[in-house]
């Protein structure tokens, strides 16, 4: 029974770790004093550019694959330690309970748990996101088609899929005030290719 709360709190202690912010402070600039004030990768682009998103991006994707993949290994409970990946990511305590919006860490989850899906949740975010260049309506379609693809190729066990959906709804909600903005035409346009 120990697997069950090890497990989650291997993804938690992962996903505490604040790769965007760290990566702007290594430059000498707060994030959270910046753009929409987030600690994720989209707003590490809006104060240092791709280069740096990228990096945050990848990193903040690793942070939710490793404990995954280290479950798995350790024959515990990896969905859980997906879980603990992203509310710890989302749900920050180190910034008062405020993280990022999860969806690079929810990628890396998803890669962790049920690859075929993830491939398409991908390319529903590359295929949103050049025709709108909206990074936050990218997320979107992608927290709507990883889950239903999961579901639809029966991927891993039901817990698995279940606990996608479950994320694909946090990453969702978590992106609220885009919703907002996307609703008033008002949500700005993130090219990640232009130079800072």
Known sequence: MMSYPLSFAIGCVCGMIP???????????????IGSGNIGATNLYRSLGPAYFLAGFILDGVKGLIPVLLCRHWHM??????????????????????????????????????????????????????ITLIASCASLALAIVLPLSAFLLREGSLFDRVLIALLGL????????????????????????RKK
Do not use: C, Q
């Open 170 to 193: 946090l990453v969702i909600v978590s992106h609220r005030s885009n919703i907002k903005r996307l609703m008033k035409g008002e949500e700005p346009k993130t090219i990640l290719w």
């Open 77 to 130: 409970v990896p969905a859980l330690a997906g879980a603990g990946a992203i509310l710890g990511h989302v749900f920050n305590p180190w910034f008062g309970f405020r993280g990022g919006k999860g969806v690079s860490t929810i990628i890396g989850v998803a890669l962790g748990l049920a690859a075929k899906s993830f491939l398409a949740g991908l390319g529903a975010w590359l295929a949103v996101y050049f």
């Open 19 to 33: 790769f965007s912010f760290l990566l702007g402070v290594i430059r000498g600039v707060d994030i959270r004093r």
